[in-house]
């Protein structure tokens, strides 16, 4: 098993900045893979980036390039998600998620969830 928490999120302003942060525990050698989707209230759950392992390959939505990015420090094992230039539409609970995955922006290849962490953004 391998237990994923996340922290960092809260309220900011439009062009704003935020950093997520996501520790994992546990059997975190059995991950092939770590990542960040996330999901407004009446949507589905999105990919929004993700890290191999190893190998730290990255991957990113169309909608974050640019803004967001992703890194992991594995003495810490922690994954983290750099966010910049903030819109509205980023607004959603950021979701940690590990697993040995095929692909990458297919949230049903992760094994392993977070609780989430909410990102308001204001207008």
């Known amino acids: 098993q391998v237990q994923l928490v996340e922290s960092g999120g809260g309220l900011v302003q439009a062009g704003g900045s935020l950093r997520l942060s996501c520790v994992l525990s546990?059997?975190?050698?059995?991950?092939?893979?770590m990542g960040w989707f996330r999901q407004a209230p009446g949507k589905e759950r999105y990919f929004v980036s993700a890290?191999?392992?190893?190998?730290?390959?990255?991957n990113y939505a169309d909608s974050v390039k640019d803004r967001f990015t992703i890194s992991r420090d594995n003495a810490k094992n922690r994954l983290y998600l750099q966010m910049n230039n903030l819109q509205p539409e980023d607004t959603a609970v950021y979701y940690c998620?590990?697993?040995?995955?095929?692909?990458?922006?297919?949230?049903?290849?992760?094994?392993?969830w977070g609780q989430g962490t909410q990102v308001t953004v204001s207008s």
């Open positions: 890290i191999t392992s190893p190998g730290d390959s990255t």
């Open positions: 546990g059997r975190t050698f059995s991950c092939n893979a």
């Open positions: 998620a590990a697993g040995r995955v095929i692909n990458l922006r297919r949230s049903q290849h992760y094994n392993y």
